[in-house]
């Protein structure tokens, strides 16, 4: 892991490996990009100086070089992913494609909406559904 505080980044290589509850991100380079924290509390003075709350919190982690995501029953592969931390979405491009319940998507870019459980592909979509094995 390299840091840097003028950058405000963390850089990690090798095997990483990122959890955040059910969401597991895998690739070969993660790089976390840090925001300073909001003053919590609405009586914060910004011209006293103080800064009782200072403080960093990540907002967006950067995943590149075989990206594997997993979240739940669903999981996706690509080369390159961004994670939007306030937003909670992941933007997944280099050959993205998912599987989730039988069913594979791929396409140039594909967004998903970590909160609301659904994925956006733009460009050339392409679906394949699995058939039931029959004896």
């Given at each position: 892991?390299?840091?840097?505080?003028?950058?405000?980044?963390?850089?990690?290589?090798?095997?990483?490996?990122m959890?955040q509850?059910?969401?597991?991100?895998?690739?070969?380079?993660?790089?976390?990009?840090?925001?300073?924290?909001?003053?919590?509390?609405?009586?914060?003075?910004?011209?006293?100086?103080?800064?009782?709350?200072?403080?960093?919190?990540?907002?967006?982690?950067?995943?590149?070089?075989?990206?594997?995501?997993?979240?739940?029953?669903?999981?996706?592969?690509?080369?390159?992913?961004?994670?939007?931390?306030?937003?909670?979405?992941?933007?997944?491009?280099?050959?993205?494609?998912?599987?989730?319940?039988?069913?594979?998507?791929?396409?140039?870019?594909?967004?998903?909406?970590?909160?609301?459980?659904?994925?956006?592909?733009?460009?050339g979509?392409?679906?394949?559904?699995?058939?039931?094995?029959?004896?």
């Amino acid at each position: 892991m390299t840091a840097s505080d003028e950058k405000n980044q963390a850089i990690f290589q090798g095997a990483v490996k990122m959890v955040q509850g059910e969401l597991v991100v895998h690739s070969d380079v993660m790089i976390v990009y840090f925001k300073e924290k909001a003053p919590s509390g609405a009586s914060s003075n910004p011209a006293s100086g103080a800064n009782s709350e200072s403080g960093k919190e990540i907002s967006y982690i950067e995943a590149k070089g075989r990206v594997r995501i997993e979240k739940g029953e669903s999981r996706a592969t690509s080369q390159h992913a961004l994670y939007n931390k306030a937003e909670e979405k992941i933007i997944l491009t280099g050959t993205p494609v998912a599987w989730q319940t039988g069913t594979r998507i791929s396409g140039p870019k594909m967004t998903m909406f970590l909160k609301e459980n659904r994925s956006v592909v733009e460009g050339g979509t392409r679906v394949v559904i699995e058939g039931s094995e029959q004896n």
